[in-house]
């Protein structure tokens, strides 16, 4: 079983920056990999960027790639999500994933989600 708790959202004019963090509990964090995800209420639920269980791999949704960057720490069971050059449409709440195989950007392959922390780009 893992937990997972997204923090790190808020408000921020477009443009700017935020980073995401999700802080896990539970067995083998290290042996899952990790998604982030978003959506928009009304919409469906949209893949962002996951990485794999060494930090080895890494994929992007092609709307954030040259902008996102997911990391992970084993050592302290968390994954981030750098954000950079924020845009109004990338408002939407944003949950972290992990899957215990590989890394997908299939939200339904994966086991076990966080909450959710809201980012807000203004315009």
């Known amino acids: 079983q893992v937990q997972l708790v997204e923090s790190g959202g808020g408000l921020v004019q477009a443009g700017g920056s935020l980073r995401l963090s999700c802080a896990a509990s539970g067995r083998s964090f290290s042996s899952y990999a990790m998604g982030w995800f978003r959506q928009v209420p009304g919409k469906e639920r949209e893949f962002v960027a996951a990485?794999?269980?060494?930090?080895?791999?890494?994929y992007y949704a092609d709307s954030v790639k040259g902008r996102f960057t997911i990391s992970r720490n084993n050592a302290k069971n968390t994954v981030s999500l750098q954000m950079n050059s924020l845009k109004p449409e990338d408002t939407a709440v944003y949950y972290c994933a992990a899957n215990k195989l590989i890394a997908t950007q299939l939200g339904r392959e994966y086991d076990y989600w966080g909450q959710g922390t809201q980012v807000t780009v203004s315009s």
């Open positions: 990485i794999s269980w060494s930090g080895g791999n890494t």
